[in-house]
């Protein structure tokens, strides 16, 4: 997808993943669409069980029928294959091994029942987004000195408590812009297909 404004027109190419602004230098690409967790360095093989269920966490693997199901749809290390058991074992036993942005995405996935994630570039650095299942909110991922997230409503046009990734008022614009229009066009579209 491409977008490029010109004399306060609105052009859209939804040939191409990328955004850019004609006249300037604001580009947003989208790199991929999905997540994949990485291998935990010193994660021991063996099993552990959690509710009756064989859990490995270093091939990030479980027995529950979730995870049977969603094998079926994801590639290996897709962070949507993680099912309850997964999670519980990761952040119970091992998240000190994980780095913040996989916890932070875990996490994100099953309390706040985030879907696919997107990796975007922007300004030089890489963002991640994730939409939540009901597709009512963006959450942006943006490391500064850690990874932190916001929270954006695409129907509202808003930032959660007003706090948006950047202290550039165009930055926070150009990103929402982005947002919205992958909302629209992939997200709903694929909806309604």
Known sequence: MKISFDNDEIIVDLTESRIKQVGGDKEITLSKKNFLIPTLKGMPKTYHYYNRNKVNPYYLNCTCKEYRDSIKLYPLRDIRRMCKHIFFVLTRDFSARIDSLTN??????????????????????????????????????????????????????????????????????????????????????????
Do not use: C, G, M
């Open 104 to 193: 932070l995405l875990l996490e994100h996935q099953f309390w706040k029942k985030i879907t696919d994630v997107y990796e975007i570039n922007f300004n030089s650095e890489k963002l991640y987004l994730s939409f939540n299942k009901e597709y009512k909110f963006v959450l942006v991922y943006r490391k500064q000195v850690e990874w932190k997230f916001y929270t954006f409503f695409p129907s509202n046009d808003i930032w959660d408590n007003n706090l948006p990734p950047y202290k550039e008022l165009e930055n926070n614009k150009f990103l929402s812009y982005f947002i919205k229009q992958l909302y629209y066009t992939d997200i709903k579209s694929s909806l309604a297909s």
